[in-house]
């Protein structure tokens, strides 16, 4: 094997790595720290279980 071989895995990983964090990072700097901490979403309600779920729990 040669050197080249880990050498371009590694600058590969990391370079894919960074890409894939910079987006996300881009996405969450448009907004405000405080608007980011307030929840606006409205409540889930719970999730009722399917019938197989129910009928494996009788």
Known sequence: ???TTPAIGLVLGVVV???TA???A???GKISPMA???DKRP???PERPALAGRA???
């Open 43 to 45: 409540p889930r309600r």
């Open 1 to 3: 094997m040669k050197w």
């Open 56 to 58: 494996c729990g009788a």
């Open 26 to 28: 881009r996405r969450a």
């Open 17 to 19: 790595t960074v890409v």
């Open 22 to 24: 910079y987006v996300p």
């Open 36 to 38: 980011a901490l307030r």
